[in-house]
């Protein structure tokens, strides 16, 4: 019944995820009424966002909605709202946190006194691509380290973040409604505006 008459290939799915064809306002105007939508308190709902914008700095990209849902279930986040949170981490920011995390991993490795995870000084795709075929425990292990320890440095910033905005846009979303409801019990009554 809601399916597109005419099914995507793969290739207008790939171009859809770094390109919406809807535009990239429209896009993020409808993810934010479905968050704003959701039946549970701001509270919750800003952690599930919250969590899954951390999960993001984390390599291990097929889990990322796992992760996501389970640490949800865990603490009593807003399930769906773990879920959105995850599209912190698209094409255009993954390169960002991926090497913040990479750098952060690096950086504790050297402080603990393993010399292996740091990176060479002239990184292009080829040395990486090269360390990942020959080496990938040098790159993989202080990505993963820096990665999760960045995503639970960032879960207190970014929930009061999204508290903020999830609690701001629901009383808004409240407001309006009332205004609503007082413009027509204004006209059933037959009083003035």
């Known amino acids: 019944m809601f399916k597109r008459r005419k099914a ?3 290739l207008e799915n790939i171009r859809e995820l ?18 704003i ?22 390599p291990l990209v097929g889990t990322h909605f796992i992760q996501a849902g389970f640490l949800a279930y865990v603490f009593r986040a807003n399930f769906l709202a773990s879920l959105i949170g995850t599209f912190a981490g698209n094409p255009w920011t993954f390169p960002f946190m991926w090497w913040a995390a990479m750098t952060f991993g690096s950086f504790i490795f050297e ?8 990176l060479p000084e002239h ?7 090269e360390l990942i075929k020959h080496e990938p425990v040098r790159i993989f292990l202080p990505w993963l380290l820096g990665g999760y320890l960045i995503a639970l440095l960032s879960v207190p910033f970014s929930y009061m973040l999204f508290y903020r905005l999830v609690n701001g ?10 205004r609503r409801l007082h413009r027509v019990a204004r006209e059933v009554t037959g009083q003035p505006r």
Do not use: C, H, N
């Not at 990184?123 to 691509?129: R, Y």
């Open 18 to 35: 770094f390109w919406p064809s809807m535009g990239w306002i429209r896009a993020a105007k409808y993810t934010r009424l479905r968050v």
């Open 169 to 178: 846009a629901k009383l808004a979303r409240v407001r309006a409604r009332e």
């Open 37 to 58: 939508r959701l039946s549970d308190s701001s509270q919750k709902i800003a952690l599930g966002l919250a969590i899954g914008a951390a999960i993001s700095f984390t």
């Open 8 to 10: 995507r290939t793969v």
């Open 111 to 118: 402080l603990i006194g393993v010399d292996s995870a740091s």
């Open 123 to 129: 990184i292009d795709f080829s040395v990486v691509w």
